[in-house]
């Protein structure tokens, strides 16, 4: 099973695709732009806490939604409107495209993807499923939607601790995929018996403990956030581990004013909104400029910018498509997804 996408990385990620810059007048010209397209067209922009913070300002200010992958998901099935803009990379865009079949689903490019999603090709995922069909087959969200319509169950890192708890109290053995250091996280904090397909996210895989040590001996007061897409010696140094809008609350919680974010740094806009008076620094990667691949910030969420937003409001050719026949297939494990959160959120205001 050969699931790395690092030659795939430096083929095709040379920056090339990265957000030119914007100057303040041309920033302002096309928010303006962006906000009457949105009015005019019945549309909502839902952004990731990942992608450029002009994009998830704009998401804010015209009613939208900026928040992690589940939150997105059901966002984008409640709201009325009848065309989603999903700013983030394609498997959001899908998955919006599986919960609203209905609705319009534009991006402002398809060629932001994932390298969970590049390292989890349906064909061997579905081969690799067939050889233990004991297994029940749990993905993260950060996946095709093919690999979701193999699955039994589809997750995100907000309520992948509580699922898989919920099969291994059930007996049930697991397949995760793709994340393997996620994966991990959860079969350490579990004890379920899972078996890991082997990929990796390329941001959260550079941090490094090492570095972190490092820069914990300059700032010793710092409270370390850590995603748990992170390599284990990397959680292990964490203070707070948990999804985007868990570091988020830890951020907004937690009496230090220093935090060190092993995550993509996109999340300092919505960290720095609710703490305004903390202090975040990145922690370090595996390298620097040319050196590493993603320096803390996934290069496909930065390929989401102001200018191609609205240039896809104006012609729409980035419109999200989903065969009909596999979204029967995988709005089955996302709905068992969403239902589970809800029953957990009802859990939780009720306790």
């Not at 509580?162 to 079969?187: C, M, R, S, T």
């Not at 370390?224 to 907004?252: C, F, M, R």
């Not at 740094?265 to 595996?286: C, D, N, S, V, W």
Request: glycine share 6%.
């Amino acid at each position: 099973m050969n699931t790395s996408v690092s030659d795939f990385v430096r083929d095709h990620l040379d920056g090339s695709h990265l957000q030119s810059h914007l100057s303040d007048a041309e920033k302002v010209e096309y928010r303006e732009q962006i906000k009457a397209l949105l009015k005019e067209q019945n549309a909502v922009l839902v952004a990731h806490y990942y992608t450029d913070p002009e994009i998830q300002s704009l998401a804010e200010e015209t009613g939208g939604c900026v928040s992690d992958s589940l939150e997105m998901a059901r966002f984008g099935k409640d709201h009325p409107a009848q065309t989603l803009i999903v700013a983030g990379v394609k498997f959001m865009g899908e998955t919006a495209k599986i919960l609203s079949p209905e609705k319009t689903v534009l991006m402002p490019t398809l060629e932001a993807t994932c390298s969970l999603d590049l390292g989890c090709p349906v064909d061997e995922f579905s081969a690799f499923c067939d050889q233990h069909p004991e297994r029940e087959v749990v993905v993260y969200a950060n996946t095709s939607a093919a690999v979701k319509a193999r699955a039994d169950w589809v997750v995100t890192s907000s309520i992948a601790l509580e699922l898989v708890e919920h099969l291994h109290n059930q007996g049930k053995k697991i397949i995760w995929a793709p994340d393997k250091h996620l994966g991990a996280y959860v079969q350490r904090e579990t004890g379920a018996d899972v078996l890991l397909w082997d990929s990796a996210c390329i941001v959260h895989d550079e941090f490094k403990a090492k570095g972190i040590e490092d820069l914990k001996k300059v700032h010793p007061d710092a409270a370390v956030l850590v995603h748990p897409e992170s390599p284990e010696a990397v959680v292990k140094l964490a203070d707070a581990v948990g999804s985007t809008s868990q570091l988020i609350n830890a951020a907004k919680n937690m009496p230090n004013d220093v935090f060190i974010v092993a995550t993509d740094r996109g999340i300092f806009y919505k960290m720095q909104q609710m703490a305004p008076h903390k202090r975040f620094l990145e922690a370090p990667t595996g390298g620097n400029g040319a050196t590493c691949r993603s320096c803390a910030h996934c290069p496909w969420m930065a390929m989401n910018a102001l200018d191609s937003l609205a240039l896809e409001l104006q012609q729409h050719s980035n419109e999200v498509h989903v065969d009909a026949a596999l979204i029967e297939q995988a709005m089955v494990p996302l709905n068992r997804m969403l239902a589970f959160a809800e029953q957990l959120k009802a859990g939780k205001a009720a306790g």
